[in-house]
Structures are given as C-alpha cells and as structure tokens.
T-cell receptor, first 115, second 115 residues
Framework: DAGVIQSPRHEVTEMGQEVTLRCKPISGHDYLFWYRQTMMRGLELLIYFNNNVPIDDSGMPEDRFSAKMPNASFSTLKIQPSEPRDSAVYFC?????????????FGPGTRLTVL | QKEVEQNSGPLSVPEGAIASLNCTYS??????FFWYRQYSGKSPELIMFIYSNGDKEDGRFTAQLNKASQYVSLLIRDSQPSDSATYLC???????????????FGKGTKLTVNP
C-alpha cells in the first residue's frame, strides 16, 4: 500500500480564498483523522471519521472549516474563506481502530500558507 | 493549567545514554496515553500507547505510567543519534461536548543525541 496520501503537499493562497485539502487513507482503515500543527498551538486533532461518518469535530476551529468523507477512500478539509492564521501543516492519518490504538499512519502533510 | 505539559527542551544526551522524557496531565480521569516521534519536517509517528499503570517496553523504548501522580514518561535506552527528534505526548483527556473522547497533545520535547 502507498500509505496515506495527501494533496497538495504545499499550498500558497491569498486571504479570502477557498482552500481544499485532500486525503486518501490506507485501504481498509475505518478511521480517518485530520490534524493541524503550528508552532504556537502544537499538534491539534481537528476532526475524525469512522466509516465515513464524522465522530467528533470539536477541534474544528470555526465555521470556516469543514470536512467531508464522501467514501471510504477520500476525504477533504475545506477552509472558506482562508485567513493568515490558518497557515499551518495539516496532516491526515488513518487506522483500523479509533483513538485508542497503537497504530496510526500519518500522511506527509500539506503545508498551507495564507498570505 | 495546561492539559498536557512537557518540557520543551532541548534535551541533550550522549550516544548510549538513557534519555528520559516526561509528560504531566491535568485530567485525573484520563485513561489512554501516547508517545509520538516527529523528525524535523516530517510527519508524527505513533511509537507507544499505554493505558495501564506501570511500564510498557518495546525494544529500546519504555513508557511508564503513573496515574496517581498524573505523569507518563518515555525512556529511550542506548540512545542513538537517529533518535534525535521531537517527542510528543498525547492524552485522551475527558469527553468533548459531542460525547467523544478528547485527544490532547503536549507541545513536545526536542531530543538531541550527540555522537
């Protein structure tokens, strides 16, 4: 398996623009997680899905952020409109089990810069 | 009080020594604890999961959990330069408003192992 795939790897956009980040989990994994990492706030869990259904989105910072998982092999994280403070590295991860697991596979991340 | 606290370091140890990384948490009801390793510019990697008091060993890594004192530590025996990375502690601390478990990360400790 190719592992968790994220695209794009880098995104530079201007404030106010819509940004869509994409993730393909490892085949067979039932759980998908979206994280954000900044120097100021560290690593944060934004939202996670089980069998394509959002389980907890309490980490989503505000209504400008939305995430979907239309099928088992694809998820998106959308920011609309984007702001400079959204600049961060966004990671997607997947696993067979939920949060209580000793195996979780991360994608390479998308580095987002909002000017 | 921050939910999960780590000494940011940097922690510097000579090759072959034992590196000791510590993490304290505020929610006494926390049940699950994790250690992630993150090399500079790379994705986090889950390396240890512990939920019972005591020690859990995996190769050169030992996680130690003391729920009464609310700390979890990671020991790296026979430290190697390749262990140089930032180590993140994470705790499932409480329940979110939506009723799901809440995963909270510390800011990480940067470890440098000197040859």
């Amino acid at each position: 398996d190719a592992g968790v795939i994220q695209s794009p790897r880098h995104e530079v956009t201007e404030m106010g623009q819509e940004v869509t980040l994409r993730c393909k989990p490892i085949s067979g994994h039932d759980y998908l997680f979206w994280y954000r990492q900044t120097m100021m706030r560290g690593l944060e869990l934004l939202i996670y899905f089980n069998n394509n259904v959002p389980i907890d989105d309490s980490g989503m910072p505000e209504d400008r952020f939305s995430a979907k998982m239309p099928n088992a092999s694809f998820s998106t994280l959308k920011i609309q409109p984007s702001e400079p403070r959204d600049s961060a590295v966004y990671f997607c991860a997947s696993t067979w089990t939920g949060l209580n697991t000793d195996t979780q596979y991360f994608g390479p991340g998308t580095r987002l810069t909002v000017l | 009080q921050k939910e999960v606290e780590q000494n940011s370091g940097p922690l510097s140890v000579p090759e072959g020594a034992i590196a000791s990384l510590n993490c304290t948490y505020s929610d006494r009801g926390s049940q699950s604890f994790f250690w992630y390793r993150q090399y500079s510019g790379k994705s986090p990697e889950l390396i240890m999961f512990i939920y019972s008091n005591g020690d859990k060993e995996d190769g050169r890594f030992t996680a130690q959990l003391n729920k009464a004192s609310q700390y979890v530590s990671l020991l790296i025996r026979d430290s190697q330069p390749s262990d140089s990375a930032t180590y993140l502690c994470a705790v499932i601390a409480g329940i979110t408003q939506g009723g799901s478990e809440k995963l909270v990360f510390g800011k990480g400790t940067k470890l440098t192992v000197n040859p």
